[in-house]
């Protein structure tokens, strides 16, 4: 076999390693290519009559691909979620071309990323609470119980910094810094912002750190679940983003939001609650992480009210009068 051309199954374990050890990916990231890679690898077995393992990136073109997409959009059923969105098709996609990228990068004869396109997908829409929603679910925890006070802080904190939910749950006591109200954290893609404390989120982790009486690491930990076997693993108290997916859950239906939303929602509240009150749209980038000011651009319900209301209070044609002025000047 030529240099220049590779074993599907060699590559896909090559890209791997790229994205963990030269593009120092996040775990989870590396996880999910790795079930897009191996399911698509499965496909294409599953449609060979002689040896699966002689498949090379070069056999697989533009018509091989197409294939894939009318597999996923026709006949794929998840077994636990049922037929696949266009969304989660195009995940398969953009998979599929970052893989063929780091091919063609190396010099591989490999398909040109450029002919896999995406599906069209409906408008993006997101779920947020409005401010007397947001402030109803941070006030229904009974912070008369340590449990509590911990889910207190807990929506304090989502809300004050825009957290992910997985960013949340890697927090260490030590690594929050309530004197200054900011600390750093680590996002997608290994990239470091820092995030701030608002007064309330403030006080709501102090009053629970003050109630705890225990010497783990983690800065939200679990009261219930099994003990873990080793006393000394501290770690395994940590929280799980399932676990608080939970608790954000619970603290909704105790304050009569009938919506579902999730810690995700609160975070999208957190970008619109600053977009709202005048922050530019670059700032709410920085602080939410995203690499790219597209990614920011889903606010679109709260930029468009604002530029209504510029344009309501700023255009002459909304004056007592402004409309003969245009007529006049022949506009």
Wanted: glycine residues 6%.
């Amino acid at each position: 076999m030529s240099d220049k051309n590779i074993d599907v199954r060699e590559a896909i374990q090559r890209f791997l390693e790229y994205c963990e050890l030269d593009k120092n990916l996040s775990q989870r990231t590396v996880r999910m290519y790795a079930y897009y890679l191996e399911f698509f690898y499965s496909w294409l077995m599953s449609g060979q009559t002689s040896d699966a393992a002689n498949i090379i990136v070069s056999d697989i073109t533009e018509e091989t691909i197409r294939n894939f997409r009318l597999y996923l959009s026709n006949v794929y059923i998840n077994p636990y979620k049922g037929a696949l969105k266009r969304q989660t098709q195009n995940y398969f996609l953009v998979a599929l071309r970052s893989f063929f990228r780091f091919l063609i990068r190396k010099g591989y004869h490999a398909l040109s990323p450029e002919q896999i396109d995406l599906g069209k997908t409906s408008e993006r829409t997101i779920k947020f609470l409005h401010n007397e929603e947001v402030v109803r679910l941070i006030q229904s925890p009974d912070t008369s119980t340590v449990q509590g006070k911990r889910d207190h802080a807990i929506l304090q904190l989502l809300f004050s910094t825009g957290l992910r939910v997985s960013e949340l749950v890697s927090l260490n006591r030590d690594q929050v810094n309530l004197k200054e109200g900011e600390f750093s954290v680590m996002g997608k893609g290994g990239h470091t912002r820092v995030v701030f404390l608002t007064e309330a989120a403030k006080q709501a982790v102090k009053v629970y750190l003050i109630a705890r009486d225990d010497p783990y690491k983690p800065l939200f930990i679990r009261y219930s679940g099994p003990k873990p076997a080793n006393a000394l693993d501290v770690s395994a108290f940590r929280l799980t983003t399932r676990s608080v997916e939970r608790i954000v859950d619970r603290c909704r239906l105790q304050a009569g939001i009938v919506k579902r939303v999730g810690p995700h929602a609160i975070r999208h509240s957190f970008a619109t609650d600053l977009l709202q009150h005048g922050a530019d749209i670059r700032s709410v980038q920085e602080m939410l992480g995203h690499k790219n000011i597209s990614t920011t651009q889903i606010y679109t319900h709260v930029t468009n009210l604002r530029l209504k209301e510029i344009h309501r209070k700023f255009h002459s044609g909304n004056f007592e009068g402004g409309e003969v002025e245009e007529v006049r000047h022949g506009t």
